[in-house]
Every structure is written in structure tokens, then in C-alpha cells.
């Protein structure tokens, strides 16, 4: 039951659930206008429209049931070529469907205890966040070329979680 197949049409379920819902969300933009800022779950939590809502909930127990059908592939892929010669070779599709579910499961956790927020930070200026968490910025660096175009940045910020003090640096394409 658990196949390539059973992926197939379920990648299929999904694309025509994901175009329903390509033409229903432009249609009703004003309700949709908060689903960018709240985690996706919260927001569902919070919106009782189930006929707008509905392809929403859809895609997710799809992607859920895809994710169950690689999980199972997966194990039982990896049960059956333990014991073989070439080891890390026959295991490297097994270790792309791993990895493919460590994203799923963080777009799950960002879905579910994830926090959107814009903040506008000024150099001096910390800016609150929720509950004592306090955000700041030290220091911004610009890398531009002989021509004076922008090529790289660099920002140095400082997160206060209660009684503890983070130091981060944010560079664009490096998480």
C-alpha cells in the first residue's frame, strides 16, 4: 500500500487541492490577509470560515500522509539494504527522504509554535518582542565592490531571553 505509487497520487491529490485553493485565495484576500503574519495553525485555530479553509486542512493531511508513506519507505528501504555491499551509496536516496523529512517536521514546528513578527531595529534602540525577550542591534557592515555596489552585509544583533544574552550575526543567504 505504502509505494512510489501511493506518493504519486498523493503528490497529485496535492497539486489539484493546491490549485483549488490558488483560485479560491485570491477571491477572498481580505480573510487571508493575516495568514502571513500568524503562524499557520494559530491562524487556522482562530478563522471559523471551514468553506474558505477547507483546501488548507486538505494540503496538510496530505503532506501528512506523504510524510507517513516516506517514513515507511524509508525504514523499510533501509531494513532491507543494511547488510549490503556499497552501504552509503544505496543508502543516499534514504538520506534525501530524511532530510526532506527534517523540513517538513520544522515547517510543522513553525507552523504550529512558530512566531512572526516584524521589527525594526535601529542602532541603540532595543525593540520588544514577546514576554521579556528584548531584541537589539550593535552594529550593521556594508561590502561593496570597486563600483559601489553592495555585495555582501553583515549585521551584528543581541537577543535578551530573561537572564540570558545571545550574540548572533546575521549574513543574507547564511543562516
Known sequence: MLSVKTAFYLMVAFSVVAVTGSVIHPRNLSFFSGIDSTPLFRWLSQSDHLEITWWIYAMILILALLGI????????ALLKRVRLKNLMLKLSPQLIHIGVMMIMIGHLLTASIGLKMDVFLEKDRPQSLTGDRVIGLDDVQVVTNADGYVVDWT??????DGSHLYRLMLKPSRP
Open 69 to 76: 508513506n516516506t517514513l515507511v519507505c524509508t525504514v523499510d
Open 155 to 160: 549585521s551584528r544583533v543581541w537577543v535578551k
